[in-house]
């Protein structure tokens, strides 16, 4: 009787904690620890300050506003806990309203050091709560929150000049397009400027008493879009090799964790599923999406995001959260510093200066970050240059910038019941209903807007102050005029 042959070697230690049923998984760089969300009184004071010291230090040392317009323009907020799949709990704002009316609520400007602090006081409360926030040219407002300084050091960045797209001094225009901006402006009393043009002539240009042609405003998460066309750059340069490939962030390397179930494609169209445990004020600990921390909390945005747990299936539920877009803004410096390049001169060179937009700048975390989702800065005509290029499939000056098909795949909805496409939104739900369907737009809080008609071939810029309303019914009337024009 033949002998009993001897068992195959194992090739790797199976992982008990696997099943053994599979091939062993190899393990990877382990798994991030998740990002815990402090939802109690003292932290959430602290983001209401450290949001109050962000907005003042973009108002004055960023968009450039002297004090007593920043003044009038401040609208204090509370900030809101993370939501579930559905809502954002609202913020209850007595307590810093009566601060403010009290004077316990402080903002501190130093224009020398371009530098903010606030000071919340509450006598009943315990220590006061400060926060700092500081501008650097470049890196636009840097949230310090506690700090006192940031943990990196912003160098200065050489930004080559752009060459002109348009003529200068367009005219405001008259008749019918200029009564439809009278429009807009008469209901939004926080609106800097309208511009419309084609890629070849402004058509409308018109700025409030507080905007300008020079003055940079606000995005928000118009900065989403720079973010998502970036992406498209790393892919036409083949740094990245598809949308539909696993999202190559650095904290999600390990194979075995669930965040290697997310692809680039999630992040971008809002179905990444993470979200964050949230400690609650009695102890307990809840599952939220957060929409704001990275504007509120002065840490490491892209570690934070990365942190994230995975709560839905990838893929499969929208929910729309700053974490996802941060994530991409990771991968894009890793990609960028695994070359061997200094990331934030690249990161400008691959999209904002290559395209002439000079005036363009993104705020930096407390770790040197460029933020991805939000809070980047531009003049109007600058903001228009990213929809010119849509404009053109991706196409300046001649030279192919996006992969062929990437403008159709990134301002095409993917969502039921919402109009989110790739880091844009469209008009398939007519949001505004005298626009053609084909309408897309990149979009931030308060209204910042950089719309993209493309079958009429123009490109549409509004920017607007934080915590302003827009009538958007007017602006829906103006671009109609222009389009009809």
């Given amino acids: 009787m033949p002998p009993v042959a001897a068992p195959p070697p194992v090739a790797a230690p199976i992982d008990p ?39 003042y230090v973009d108002m004055l040392y960023v968009t450039g506003l002297d004090r007593a317009t920043a003044d009038r323009h401040f609208r204090p907020r509370m900030v809101g806990l993370p939501g579930d799949l559905t809502a954002t709990p609202a913020a209850d704002g007595t307590a810093l309203r009566a601060a403010v009316a009290e004077g316990r609520f402080r903002v501190e400007s130093d224009d020398a050091a371009r530098r903010v602090t606030v000071r ?30 940031p943990g990196f050091t912003p160098a200065s960045l ?18 019918a397009l200029a009564d439809a901006a009278a429009a807009v402006f008469a209901g939004s009393p926080g609106l800097y400027g309208l511009f419309l043009a084609t890629p070849e002539r402004v058509l409308f240009e018109r700025y409030g008493g507080f905007g300008g042609p020079g003055r940079v405003t606000p995005s928000w998460s118009m900065t989403k879009s720079m973010t998502a066309t970036t992406i498209a750059r790393l892919l036409h340069k083949g740094w990245l090799r598809s949308v539909y490939d696993r999202a190559p962030a650095p904290l999600w390397a390990d194979p075995r964790g669930v965040h290697a179930a997310i692809t680039i494609d999630d992040l971008l169209r809002m179905r990444s599923g993470l979200a964050l445990p949230v400690l609650q004020a009695d102890g307990t600990v809840t599952l939220g999406f957060e929409n704001s921390m990275v504007y509120q909390d002065a840490g490491d945005a892209f570690a934070a995001a990365q942190r994230s747990l995975v709560a839905t299936r990838p893929g499969a539920v929208f929910r729309y959260i700053n974490a996802g877009v941060n994530v991409l803004g990771a991968i894009i410096r890793a990609e960028i510093e695994r070359r061997g390049l200094p990331y934030h001169a ?23 970050n460029m933020i991805a ?8 005509r600058d903001y228009a240059r990213l929809g010119v290029l849509y404009l053109q499939d991706g ?91």
Avoid at 158 to 173: C, D, F, H, M, S
Avoid at 346 to 368: K, V
Avoid at 395 to 407: I, T
């Fill in 395 to 485: 196409v300046w000056q001649g030279e192919r910038l996006l992969p062929e098909g990437w403008v159709d795949y990134a301002l095409s909805s993917s969502h039921t019941g919402t109009n989110y496409a790739a880091s844009f939104r469209t008009n398939q739900d007519a949001t505004f209903p005298s626009l053609p369907a084909d309408t897309a737009w990149a979009v931030g809080a308060s209204d910042q807007r950089i719309f993209i008609l493309r079958g009429a071939n123009m490109v549409a810029v509004v920017a607007n102050e934080t915590d302003f309303p827009m009538d958007l019914g007017a602006l829906d009337r103006f671009l109609a005029v222009g389009i009809g024009g």
């Fill in 373 to 380: 989702s939000g809070s980047g800065f531009a003049t109007a």
């Fill in 120 to 149: 919340w006081a509450d006598p009943g409360f315990g220590p006061e709560v400060v926060a700092h926030a500081v501008a650097h040219p470049g890196y636009g407002g840097i949230l310090l929150g506690p700090h006192t300084a």
């Fill in 17 to 55: 904690i696997f099943d053994q049923g599979r091939p062993p998984m190899s393990p990877g760089a382990g798994l991030p620890a998740p990002a815990v969300y402090d939802a109690t009184p003292r932290a959430m004071r602290q983001r209401a300050a450290s949001f109050a010291a962000k907005r």
């Fill in 346 to 368: 690249t990161l400008y060179g691959l999209l904002a200066d290559r395209i002439g937009m000079g005036s363009f700048q993104y705020s930096a975390d407390l770790a040197g």
């Fill in 158 to 175: 050489a930004r080559p000049p752009a060459a002109p797209l348009w003529a200068e001094g367009a005219p405001a225009g008259a008749g």
